[in-house]
């Protein structure tokens, strides 16, 4: 695992996969491996992009990649895809839509299913942004899924968070619900050149003149991704965003919103490993029989399993 671990932060494209697949597969040895990388991380510009399906979130990420690029940055990708209902893993439509991209050795991109989570994201999404953090990468791109107002869990993990808005999808509705409003840090009012887009725009900026005294002002903008027009703009924002909240209060609030997270979500994959493997030694023939009967239930053989784990309260 040592050599492993060495080859992926000497940029070894076979290897960062690799362990993802182990970040991915819940595989234990994943745990041992961020410990290993964690002092690494906290270099990356970490951005995540975000909204309606059929925004054009794929192909404005692909031409934001193409903006950093032509900076001399290295970038990393993570495409969150819905899941096969057969395999379980990502169904690739974002990696193939970004496949120009393959052949730079400055760019890596995964697709990662959600496998049935919630929110936008996929499990292993965090260790897998910190991986490439510490290997180098000076932007991280994450693509959520598209799974409208519930992808909210972006802001655990991204620096900046940019919503993608389309005229003529009812987005100009979508904006006056909560969620959208709060979480945007960047606008792209995406496929600019269709009727409406206007609309949305004044919309957009209106909600925001509602909110006083706020340290940053999400700005808006207007973006054609299939041609780029407004993505070099759009990409510049990004930056400034990511330069405000570093030399800011509020960036500090950002910072330790992600750490609280971060154990958070630790605790309670270790605390579901560990009450999982506990429910399958207690579970017997005998107490399902006795579950079925409605002679015990649910909650009482919960409650004798959380003694177990803390017999102290």
């Given at each position: 695992m040592d050599k492993l671990i060495d080859k992926a932060l000497a940029g070894d494209t076979r290897a960062i996969a690799r362990i993802i697949s182990l970040i991915e597969n819940g595989d234990p040895v994943s745990d041992a491996v961020m410990r290993r990388i964690y002092p690494l991380t906290g270099r990356a510009v970490v951005i995540g992009i975000t909204g309606s399906p059929g925004a054009g979130k794929s192909t404005l990420t692909d031409k934001v990649i193409e903006s950093f690029r032509k900076q001399g940055k290295t970038v990393g990708i993570i495409a969150i895809d819905p899941s096969s209902p057969f395999s379980g893993g990502a169904i690739l439509a974002d990696r193939i839509r970004m496949q120009r991209h393959t052949g730079d050795d400055g760019v890596y991109i995964r697709s990662m299913g959600t496998r049935g989570s919630l929110g936008g994201l996929s499990r292993g999404t965090r260790e897998a942004v910190l991986l490439l953090d510490a290997c180098g990468k000076d932007v991280i791109v994450i693509e959520t899924v598209g799974v409208g107002q519930s992808e909210v869990d972006i802001i655990k993990l991204a620096d900046t968070v940019c919503v993608v808005l389309v005229p003529g999808m009812g987005d100009d509705i979508?904006?006056?619900?909560?969620?959208?409003?709060?979480?945007?840090?960047?606008?792209?009012?995406?496929?600019?050149?269709?009727p409406g887009v206007d609309r949305v725009a004044a919309e957009v900026r209106l909600m925001l003149d509602?909110?006083?005294n706020r340290p940053w002002t999400p700005p808006v903008?207007?973006?054609?991704?299939?041609?780029?027009?407004?993505?070099?703009?759009?990409?510049?924002s990004i930056l400034k965003h990511h330069d405000f909240i570093k030399n800011s209060p509020e960036g500090a609030k950002v910072e330790y919103r992600r750490l609280s997270s971060e154990v958070e979500d630790i605790l309670l994959k270790n605390l579901s490993r560990r009450t999982e493997k506990i429910w399958k030694n207690h579970m017997s023939e005998e107490l399902m029989k006795e579950l079925a009967a409605r002679e015990t239930n649910p909650y009482l053989v919960a409650a004798d399993i959380l003694k177990k784990i803390f017999p102290h309260g």
């Open positions: 979508q904006i006056m619900k909560a969620g959208i409003m709060e979480i945007a840090d960047v606008f792209a009012i995406n496929k600019a050149d269709k509602l909110v006083k903008h207007l973006t054609i991704a299939e041609n780029g027009d407004g993505v070099d703009e759009f990409a510049e």
